[in-house]
Nanobody, 124 residues
Framework: QVQLVESGGGLVQAGGSLRLSCVVSVGTFSSYHMGWFRQAPGKEREFAATINWSGGKTYYADSVKGRFTISRDNAKNTVYLQMNSLKPEDTAVYYC?????????????????WGQGTQVTVSS
């Protein structure tokens, strides 16, 4: 069974930074592509960033490109999302997800395992 636990969310002022972490309980973490999604109240879950199994390829939503950085440490079974220059519209529950398929994905249906989410609130 694959378990994902996010941490690092909180309340921050606009322009500030947060780093989210996601620890994955699985023996073969390095075989999973990993992603971060977010969901604001009343809106659908949307893609934020993804990283391939080795960390050599990353993709970002246009809305976060240049401000967010996804990374991973396969020795620690952990994926990170560094969020800088935060805006009020970044307020959402952020979810970590694991993709065991061969191809990297930017859609929720491409991921088999999800964490419980961590709240990020950006005040203006």
């Amino acid at each position: 069974q694959v378990q994902l636990v996010e941490s690092g969310g909180g309340l921050v002022q606009a322009g500030g930074s947060l780093r989210l972490s996601c620890v994955v309980s699985v023996g073969t973490f390095s075989s999973y592509h990993m992603g971060w999604f977010r969901q604001a109240p009343g809106k659908e879950r949307e893609f934020a960033a993804t990283i391939n199994w080795s960390g050599g390829k990353t993709y970002y939503a246009d809305s976060v490109k240049g401000r967010f950085t996804i990374s991973r440490d396969n020795a620690k079974n952990t994926v990170y999302l560094q969020m800088n220059s935060l805006k009020p519209e970044d307020t959402a529950v952020y979810y970590c997800a694991a993709n065991s398929r061969p191809l990297i994905s930017t859609t929720p249906t491409g991921y088999s395992y999800w964490g419980q989410g961590t709240q990020v609130t950006v005040s203006s």
